[in-house]
């Protein structure tokens, strides 16, 4: 299948500009209430970018941690258009997730959801964060969208260059240590064009659903920036619910849904939803984990709209294969690459040998969307970065006819209801229970979750646990995702013949 690259831009905010300029009385944002064409957003993201700039944010950082909004979605391109690199983060980390990232990214700027004040103010103060917004609508608090009418013209400042970075995206590691992914403007602008060369969208037709988080690369490429190319609208939802869902999906009238298996198992789950037709449904993306083939046949017959799964990491600023919206798309499979995406398949031993086609090895990609690097660890990039290939960790193979099939993703990684947990990140916050002697953490098959957490514990001599107070520990410490929904209690954890914790017969004995 030939691709041909449309057309491409060279950063986001060109995007925006483009989209300001061609339909600046079209509906471009949607969540709650709020609703702004192209013209009020363009003021919006002028306005907050003006006030940034003279924050001295260029070359910087800007943390943005916010949930759902337009506020977000303001956000992050004033912060690129101020010339300052976004780093987006979870409304729902803790305290003990959010210090290390904001310590590693030295932000000068902090944009937050008002009502995480009383959690946010000692870390900004440990982090030396010199100006912080808040967002909200009570005293000493503001909305992003209030220069939606006076805001100036995106043009009044200079804007980003292809090579600048734009983005600075957290993940975690099999060490539970985050990395910060350095993303240019070049890489994510890219990416978008990529998308639309197997999942090409329509001019100034198309009404996207986002149900995801936005502060995850996925929603960031799909829906944020995939939405502008388009001259589209984008319907936000602050938090999932079936009946929130549904009355997006009809009253919007939403042409395409992005979405992950949680989400589509869910709405496949309601009596309710499965009696309601969509006729203006045309396309439903699905990433972030894997979708039963089942599942996606029966969205499928339930919506009548193809449901196209693609494959990407935040190292690639999003899905580097898709399954085609007009070709062939195989249930299981995560598609072919993009237009300039290459993927290899390499042994796992050295990662040095291309393996043949229908033989799994690691996977590897090469082209312009690869990040720059990782934040600070130029080990790490190298590592990772080998002759141009980006060695992604996960495991899959290519068919005949290019069609990349996922065995395994990286080493130790859980994806839960679309959000990756790394096991060692939870047993640290066990190992910080006095009663625990050992922790161990494991992925376990959810029918709901796609995945969730379970805990083999070893208490201390003389130790009295329960598994309610153990839940309740991590809590304090943990998102609510990566808190275990399952403890089991052991004597002592197995062990490989060299004394190595091994997982591997903790998931046989739990699958027995």
Same mark, same amino acid.
Not at 331 to 356: C, F, H, K, M, R
């Given at each position: ?63 943005? &941690? ?7 979605? $303001?956000?992050?391109? @004033? ?22 990232? %904001? ?7 902090? /944009? ?32 992003? $969208? ?14 980003? @260059?292809?090579?600048?970075? @734009?983005?600075?995206?957290? *993940?975690?590691? *099999? ?6 992914? +350095? ?61 929130? &869902? ?38 439903s993306y699905s990433g972030s984990a ?23 990491? *935040?190292e690639t600023a999003g899905g580097v ?6 070709? &062939? ?13 290459? $993927? ?42 080998? +002759? ?19 065995? +395994? ?20 916050? %066990?190992?910080?229970?006095?009663? /625990?002697?050992?922790?161990?953490? $494991?992925? &376990?098959? +959810?029918? #709901?979750?796609?995945?969730? %957490?379970?805990? #083999? /514990? ?9 598994a309610d107070a153990i839940k309740q ?40």
């Amino acid at each position: 299948m030939k691709l041909t690259l449309p057309r491409l831009f060279p950063t986001a905010i060109h995007m925006l500009a483009d989209a300001v300029r061609q339909a600046p009385e079209r509906e471009a944002l949607v969540c709650g209430g709020d609703r702004l064409s192209y013209a009020e957003y363009g003021r919006c993201v002028g306005a907050l970018a003006t006030e940034l700039a003279a924050l001295g944010v260029r070359g910087q950082r800007v943390a943005i &941690v916010l949930g759902n909004s337009v506020d977000l979605c $303001i956000a992050v391109l @004033a912060a690129q258009l101020a010339g300052a690199q976004a780093s987006l983060l979870n409304p729902m980390y803790t305290v003990h997730e959010l210090a290390p990232l %904001l310590e590693d990214m030295q932000a000068t700027v902090i /944009i937050h959801d008002a009502a995480l004040t009383p959690v946010l103010t000692p870390l900004i103060e440990a982090s030396a964060i010199a100006h912080r917004i808040a967002v909200g609508n009570g005293a000493g608090e503001r909305r992003l $969208i209030a220069g939606r009418q006076s805001g100036p013209a995106l043009d009044t400042l200079p804007w980003p @260059a292809p090579d600048d970075l @734009a983005l600075l995206m957290y *993940t975690g590691g *099999t060490t539970g240590l985050p990395k910060g992914v +350095d993303l240019a403007h070049s890489c994510t602008a890219f990416n978008v064009a990529q998308l639309n060369s197997l999942v090409p969208t329509r001019m100034e037709q198309e009404r996207l659903l986002c149900v995801m988080p936005l502060g995850h690369i996925y929603a960031i490429a799909v829906c944020l920036h995939n939405i502008i190319y388009c001259r589209g609208c984008l319907v936000i939802l602050p938090r999932y619910s079936v009946q929130a &869902v549904t009355e997006a999906l009809i009253g919007e009238r939403i042409t395409l849904l992005s979405g992950g298996p949680t989400m589509f198992i869910g709405l496949l789950a309601d009596e309710g939803f499965k009696q309601l037709k969509f006729p203006d449904l045309r396309c439903s993306y699905s990433g972030s984990a894997a979708l039963a083939e089942e599942t996606l046949r029966q969205w499928e017959r339930l919506t009548g709209a193809p449901t196209l799964e693609g494959y990407g990491q *935040t190292e690639t600023a999003g899905g580097v294969t898709f399954n085609p919206l007009n070709g &062939v798309r195989k249930p299981g499979s995560v598609g072919i690459p993009v237009a300039e995406a290459e $993927i290899q398949i390499v042994d796992t031993d050295t990662g040095t040998q291309a393996l043949p086609q229908g033989q799994a090895g690691e996977i590897c990609v090469r082209g312009p969307q690869n990040m720059r690097g990782y934040r600070g660890r130029p080990q790490e990039t190298a590592a990772t970065i080998r +002759d141009g290939w980006l060695h992604t960790g996960d495991i899959g193979y290519l068919d005949a006819d290019g069609y990349l099939f996922i065995c +395994d993703r990286k080493k130790e990684m859980i994806i839960v209801s679309g959000f990756n947990v790394y096991p060692r990140e939870v047993e640290e916050a %066990l190992f910080l229970h006095p009663e /625990i002697l050992e922790a161990a953490v $494991i992925g &376990v098959s +959810d029918s #709901y979750q796609g995945e969730s %957490l379970k805990a #083999y /514990i070893v208490p201390r001599a003389g130790s009295v646990l329960d598994a309610d107070a153990i839940k309740q520990h991590c809590r304090a410490r943990l998102a609510p995702y990566k808190v275990p929904r399952k403890i089991e209690f052991m004597e002592a954890l197995p062990r490989t013949s060299v004394g190595k914790l091994d997982k591997k017969r903790l998931r046989v004995t739990d699958d027995e």
